[in-house]
């Protein structure tokens, strides 16, 4: 098997669902994670967006147990500790930045956490990778997939394209 070149994979939240529960893709991505993604990080944004679709699988929607919702949270937060936490990430309170995200999600349709993980890639704290180190974005969300390759950066829409 040939090896990826050395890369970060920025992992949004529909991407970390398929990691920590068992829903439609999630063997794939789940083994790009565990095996093929030695640099994996989510944004802080990413991180307590996909805790709270965590709880609305299970208080709302009944897709998973208590139990699976608990371990599947402990699971991210010990993952995003060990591995995210400390990566200095763009600011999304500051005015200029927020200001260049919302032109972002105007010009693509998107809500304001997509355009935010599309700046955060392309300025956040891996953004100086390059060629085909460049950072990848692992999205199940294929019109946020296709607005980050519009802004020049690498995505990979987990459930319709072949791995990178």
Known sequence: MNRP??????????ALLKVFTLESGSN??????????PTKYT???CFYEALNALKVKWLYRNEITKAEYTEAAFRLVAWF????????????????????V?????????????AFQILSVKEGYFSHLTNDSQTILVTADK??????QLEGIRSWYCLGEPEP
């Open 102 to 114: 919302r032109e972002l999600a105007e010009r693509h349709s998107l809500d304001l956490s997509d």
């Open 5 to 14: 070149p050395p890369r970060a994979n920025c992992f949004d939240a529909s």
């Open 43 to 45: 944004t802080p944004f």
């Open 81 to 100: 500790s060990a591995s995210t936490r400390h990566a200095k990430d763009i600011d999304l309170q500051d005015p200029v930045v927020f200001s260049r």
């Open 143 to 148: 019109a946020l997939a296709k607005a980050a």
């Open 28 to 37: 794939i991505v789940r083994d790009y994670f565990n095996s093929r993604s």
